[in-house]
C-alpha cells in the first residue's frame, strides 16, 4: 500500500521501501499539490497522490530518481539546457544566456542544493551585481533576473522543487536610457561626406541605415529578392545572427515584424548601382564566388568577401573609424534607427493619416507600446512644438 503522509495543508510526503530483506532502502519525497480542485475531493486528491508514489517508487527501482538535496544547480543546469534551452530558446539567446551564466551566475549558484535555494539569494545576487557593475543598464539587470527566473520556473515545473524562487521578487524595473540622434542638418552634411569619400557600399549601407530605420540584423540581410525599384521598396522578411556555435543563419525579424518600407527614390537608385557592382562580381569571381553557407545564390545586397554575409560588427567598426576621422558627433549604428524613429515621430500631424501606429509598423515593433516607451524623450519634443504652436494661435488670434 502507498505510504503517504499529510505534512501541511497542500504538502504531502511519500514514503518507499526497496530491496530485499536486511537490504531494505527507504526514500521520502515531500510534494505540493498546486491543483486546488485536487484538495476539494478525497476521492480525486488519494488517486492523485497513489499515482505519484507509483511514479516515485518506479523512478527509485529505476535507478533513476536523484535526491533533490543531492541536485545542485550545476547539475540541473545541464538537464535545463539539453531539455528546454536548446530545443526552445533562439541561438542568439542561448548564446547570451550560456554567456552571463558561466560567467556571473554559476559563480554564485553553482554549488547550492537548488531546493535550498531561497529568494533571498536572488536578491543578494542581484545586488552584488548591481555593486560590482554600477555602469549597468537596468536592462542587464533585468536580463540576469529573466534567466534566473526562466531556469528555477522550469525547476518548479518538473516538480524538482516546491516553487520558484525568483517568482516572489518583484521584476526589476526597465528605464530606457536616452540614446544620442542626428537632426536634419547634421543628416545633410553627413550624406555629403558619404558621398565624397565613401565607397558605394558604405555609403549605401549607413544611408539606408538612417532612411530605413532597419534594425542591424535585418539590414545585413537584405537581399535581392528584397528590393523592389519601381517602387522604391524593401522587404524586411529575414535577420541575419551570427552565434560561434552555429554561424551564419537567416532568421525571421525580431517579434517576426514583416513589413515593407518605402525608401526614397535617390537612395534606392544608389542601391540599383550596389547590386549591378555584387552581379558583376559575382561573375567575375566564377568558382571563387562563395555566397551565403546555407544558399550559395542567395546575393546580399550588403556582402562581405566573396559574398559571404557581413560579420555583425563589420559596419560599427567602419562607422567608428568615419566619425572620428571626420570629427563628427559619434553615435551607434542602432541610434541611427532611434534617429529615423525621431524623425518619423516629428511628422505626425503634418502628414495626413499618419499617426504612432504608423510609426510603429514601419520600425517593425511589436506594438505602439513599445514605440511610446522608447521614446517618450522624442514625444515630449514633439508635444512641447505642439503646445508652442497652440500657444501662437492664440497670440494671434
Not at 527509485?60 to 538535496?69: F, S, T
Not at 540541473?76 to 551564466?101: A, H, Q
Not at 545586488?127 to 534567466?147: E, L
Not at 558619404?194 to 540581410?221: M, N, P, Y
Request: with cysteine.
Amino acid at each position: 500500500m502507498p505510504n503517504i503522509e499529510k505534512r501541511g495543508k497542500r504538502s504531502f510526503r511519500l514514503t518507499v521501501e526497496v530491496g530485499t530483506p536486511g537490504k531494505r532502502k527507504v526514500e521520502r519525497k515531500t510534494i505540493r499539490v498546486e491543483d486546488s480542485s485536487l484538495l476539494k475531493t478525497t476521492k480525486k486528491l488519494r488517486e492523485y497522490l497513489e499515482a505519484e508514489w507509483y511514479t516515485f517508487k518506479n523512478e527509485i527501482e529505476a535507478g533513476l530518481y536523484i535526491k533533490p538535496q543531492l541536485r545542485t544547480f550545476r547539475m540541473f543546469l545541464n538537464d535545463w539546457e539539453e531539455k528546454y534551452g536548446v530545443k526552445s530558446l533562439d541561438e542568439s539567446t542561448l548564446e547570451t544566456y550560456d554567456y552571463i551564466v558561466n560567467k556571473e551566475i554559476l559563480e554564485f549558484f553553482g554549488d547550492m542544493e537548488l531546493e535550498k535555494v531561497q529568494p533571498i539569494h536572488i536578491l543578494n545576487f542581484l545586488d552584488d551585481y548591481t555593486k560590482n557593475n554600477p555602469d549597468a543598464s537596468s536592462s542587464s539587470v533585468h536580463a540576469r533576473y529573466r534567466i534566473l527566473r526562466d531556469i528555477f520556473g522550469k525547476a518548479a515545473d518538473w516538480k524538482l522543487i516546491n516553487e520558484n524562487p525568483v517568482a516572489a521578487i518583484k521584476r526589476p524595473k526597465v528605464t530606457y536610457k536616452e540614446y544620442d540622434i542626428y537632426n536634419e542638418e547634421e543628416i545633410k552634411s553627413i550624406f555629403k561626406l558619404l558621398d565624397q569619400e565613401a565607397s558605394l557600399h558604405h555609403r549605401v549601407a549607413i544611408k539606408f541605415a538612417f532612411t530605413g530605420g532597419f534594425r542591424r540584423g535585418e539590414l545585413l540581410a537584405i537581399d535581392e529578392n528584397d528590393l523592389i525599384f519601381n517602387t522604391n521598396e524593401v522587404r524586411v522578411d529575414e535577420s541575419l545572427q551570427y552565434t560561434k556555435k552555429y554561424g551564419y543563419r537567416f532568421k525571421p525579424p525580431k517579434s517576426k515584424s514583416y513589413r515593407t518600407i518605402t525608401l526614397p527614390a535617390e537612395v534606392m537608385k544608389e542601391a540599383s548601382l550596389l547590386l549591378k557592382e555584387v552581379k558583376k562580381n559575382k561573375l567575375m569571381l566564377g568558382e571563387l564566388w562563395k555566397g551565403c553557407p546555407e544558399d550559395k545564390d542567395k546575393l546580399l545586397l550588403f556582402s562581405g568577401d566573396r559574398g559571404k554575409p557581413l560579420y555583425p560588427t563589420s559596419l560599427n567598426t567602419w562607422w567608428d573609424r568615419f566619425v572620428k576621422r571626420h570629427d563628427i558627433k559619434k553615435i551607434r549604428l542602432h541610434d541611427m534607427r532611434h534617429t529615423h524613429a525621431t524623425m518619423l515621430i516629428n511628422q505626425i500631424g503634418k502628414i495626413p493619416g499618419f499617426n504612432i501606429k504608423s510609426v510603429s509598423q514601419r520600425l517593425g515593433h511589436a506594438n505602439v507600446k513599445t514605440t511610446l516607451e522608447t521614446y517618450t524623450h522624442a514625444f515630449k519634443e514633439a508635444d512641447t512644438l505642439v503646445a508652442d504652436a497652440i500657444s501662437n494661435l492664440l497670440r494671434a488670434k
